[in-house]
């Protein structure tokens, strides 16, 4: 089975910390994904990756950026975190494309 | 756009109790419908889908039908247990490089 783990469950932040949420698979997956989760919004795509070093913008990149070095991490980054950041983050990747989410546990980060 | 609406929640019912969760969805095209799971502490993982219209997806005794005329997917279940006990996500896809749309979630309790 394809295993995504985040480096960490929870995460407590404070206002204006700079913040990295880690991600690893270990499916030489091509594509990997960084979610939030929110009640009632569901999960909103922050960012994507199609291969190393390369990143798209999903719908909500604002006040995030994301490194991909190498194929099996995938590392979203807060520069200067702001309490309306406080949410679920998941990470996931794929095979192809949006083909078939393997999703991580995710890290619930609460920035005060 | 394109969007993913699902029943509000959440829902309890008792174990061996009949489940529906309604899903219902707004696409140009004929997009792929998806119904992804998560259970607590855990990432979402994909529960069943369909690719086309009248297709029933199925898995773990979950059911969904695919239907166009009425645009919806709804979840079936014809008996629940309490380890089914989760959020259950809605999702489309036009193709498998367009992005995945989450509907908001339906929580689900189920007591013994």
């Known amino acids: 089975d394809v295993k995504v783990t985040q480096s960490s469950r929870y995460l407590v932040k404070r206002t204006g910390e700079k913040v990295f949420l880690e991600c690893v698979q270990d499916?030489?997956?091509?594509?990997m994904f960084w979610y939030r989760q929110d009640p009632g919004l569901g999960l909103r795509l922050i960012y994507f990756?199609?291969?190393?070093?390369?990143?798209e913008k999903g719908d909500i990149p604002e006040g995030y950026s994301v490194s991909r070095e190498k194929k099996e991490r995938f590392s979203l980054i807060l520069e200067s975190a702001s309490t309306n950041q406080t949410s679920m983050y998941l990470c996931?990747?794929?095979?192809?494309?949006?083909?078939?989410?393997?999703f991580g546990s995710g890290t619930q980060l609460s920035v005060l | 756009g394109d969007s993913v609406t699902q029943m509000e929640g959440p829902v309890t019912l008792s174990e061996e109790a009949f489940l529906t969760i309604n899903c219902t969805y707004t696409?140009?095209?004929?997009?792929?419908l998806f119904w992804y799971v998560q259970y607590p502490g855990e990432g979402l993982q994909l529960l069943l889908k369909?690719?086309?219209?009248?297709d029933k997806g199925s898995n773990k005794g979950f059911e969904a039908t695919y239907r166009k005329e009425t645009t919806s997917f709804h979840l079936e279940k014809g008996s629940v247990q309490v380890s089914d006990s989760a959020v259950y996500f809605c999702?489309?896809?036009?193709?498998?490089?367009?992005?995945?749309?989450f509907g908001p979630g339906t929580s689900l309790s189920v007591i013994p």
């Open positions: 369909a690719t086309k219209a009248d």
């Open positions: 499916m030489d997956h091509e594509n």
């Open positions: 990756s199609y291969d190393v070093k390369m990143k």
């Open positions: 996931a990747s794929s095979l192809q494309g949006f083909e078939k989410l393997f």
């Open positions: 696409a140009t095209g004929y997009p792929s």
């Open positions: 999702a489309l896809r036009k193709t498998s490089y367009d992005k995945v749309i």
